[in-house]
Nanobody, 121 residues
Framework: QVQPVESGGGSVQAGGSLSLSCAAS????????VGWFRQTPGKEREFVAA????????FYSESVKGRFSISRDNAKNTVYLQMNSLKPEDTAVYYC??????????????WGLGTQVTVSS
């Protein structure tokens, strides 16, 4: 069970797209639930999206539903977050969290260090 590593953040114009990756090498990754959260200074950490081990269940916050898409490739131990139609309000540090048990218990999961996403208007 290794700390996940996020990548793919950057700066884009409003309306643009970014694809984030969350990679973990733990042997339990394929049976895990994985979530994406985001946080800006002075604000609470916000749930963005989650996916179960078999990728037959996905969840999205209302603020990103229809614009973001979460997926996973267990062979690569990687979860992706495709972000389209980005808005300035999406600017945040995005964190990946892995629950090896697969019960969406992210509070007790393994958190990455985050990747910055900045959307300019």
């Amino acid at each position: 069970q290794v700390q996940p590593v996020e990548s793919g953040g950057g700066s884009v114009q409003a309306g643009g797209s970014l694809s984030l990756s969350c990679a973990a090498s733990g042997r339990t990754f394929s049976s895990s639930a994985v979530g994406w959260f985001r946080q800006t200074p002075g604000k609470e950490r916000e749930f963005v999206a989650a996916i179960n081990w078999s990728a037959d269940n996905t969840f999205y916050s209302e603020s990103v539903k229809g614009r973001f898409s979460i997926s996973r490739d267990n062979a690569k131990n990687t979860v992706y977050l495709q972000m389209n139609s980005l808005k300035p309000e999406d600017t945040a540090v995005y964190y990946c969290v892995v629950d090896p048990i697969g019960q969406y218990d992210f509070l007790d999961g393994f958190w990455g260090l985050g990747t910055q996403v900045t959307v300019s208007s």
